[in-house]
């Protein structure tokens, strides 16, 4: 069942535009618990979102296909077809726009993010039940704020070179390690994606030799130090969870 909260805003959904505001982006809703559902729903609404809300994992690749919203916020467990299937469906289609949907998963138990990043299915974040609906709605804003084109004619604040094995911070060489040189190659391939501690780990180490939590903790630590000097700080801790690579505008550019 699809129920739009905002009829009078309604038109074309499966005409994309990427240059629109916040304020016409299509958010799909994929809930069972009508009242989650619905409180999603008024909050996404109320926040000038256009919303669609769905009751069922059945039929949702299908429908996100056809309408093409600007994110999913989609719940972990559902009658039919899970939110771990629909996940992976959208991910592996072939029209980059839908597979690259914002992607939202919402779990109930906190321990539950550890698998469900171990299985890299590529949500762009999760959040855990209970949750405020207004951290919901600024989590959205977030996903569709790092999902935003990056203007071409900006140059990128980290460069990575493969050649040389540096990293350049807008021009300038920052010597790194080959493991941090790693871990920052992981970390920006994919901006705003959380990788767990064991996921970089993964990345760092191809012999799976035991390493703790904390050698990457303190490769990171160095890594921040470095980028920290050269006037970055593009990687953000994520409680409980592991790290992140952000887009950083933050340091105007020298010339
Ligand atoms: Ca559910």
């Not at 839908?98 to 299915?121: K, Q, S």
């Not at 900006?154 to 990575?160: F, G, I, N, Q, S």
């Not at 901006?191 to 799976?208: C, E, F, K, N, T």
Request: glycine share 6%; net charge neutral.
């Amino acid at each position: 069942m699809t129920v739009s909260a905002n009829d009078s805003t309604e038109r074309d959904p499966g005409k994309p535009d990427a240059g629109k505001p916040d304020s016409s982006k299509h958010v799909l809703v994929v809930e069972d618990e009508p009242k989650i559902g619905a409180l999603l729903r008024d909050y996404l609404a109320a926040s000038a979102f256009r919303v669609s809300l769905r009751e069922t994992g059945a039929g949702t690749v299908e429908w996100i296909r056809e309408h093409a919203p600007d994110a999913v916020v989609l719940d972990l467990m559902l009658p039919g077809v899970d939110g771990l299937q629909i996940c992976r469906a959208l991910r592996a289609l072939p029209e980059p726009r839908i597979a690259n949907v914002p992607l939202l998963m919402l779990t109930a138990r906190v321990e539950e993010i550890d698998r469900l990043l171990g299985l890299e299915l590529g949500a762009d974040d999760y959040i855990c039940k209970p949750f405020s609906p207004r951290e919901v709605v600024a989590r959205v804003r977030a996903v569709l704020r790092r999902a935003a084109p990056v203007d071409p004619g900006k140059l990128p604040a980290v460069e990575l070179d493969e050649e040389r094995f540096e990293a350049r911070v807008r021009g300038q060489a920052v010597a790194l390690t080959p493991v941090e040189f790693r871990l920052l190659r992981k970390l920006s391939a994919q901006p705003g994606r959380v990788y767990s501690r064991q996921q970089l780990m993964d990345a760092l180490y191809s012999d799976h030799r035991v390493v703790s939590d904390r050698t990457v903790d303190s490769h990171v630590k160095n890594l921040r130090r470095k980028l920290g000097e050269a006037g970055v700080d593009p990687i953000a801790s994520i409680y409980g969870l592991g790290y992140r690579f952000e887009w950083s505008e933050a340091s105007p550019q020298q010339a």
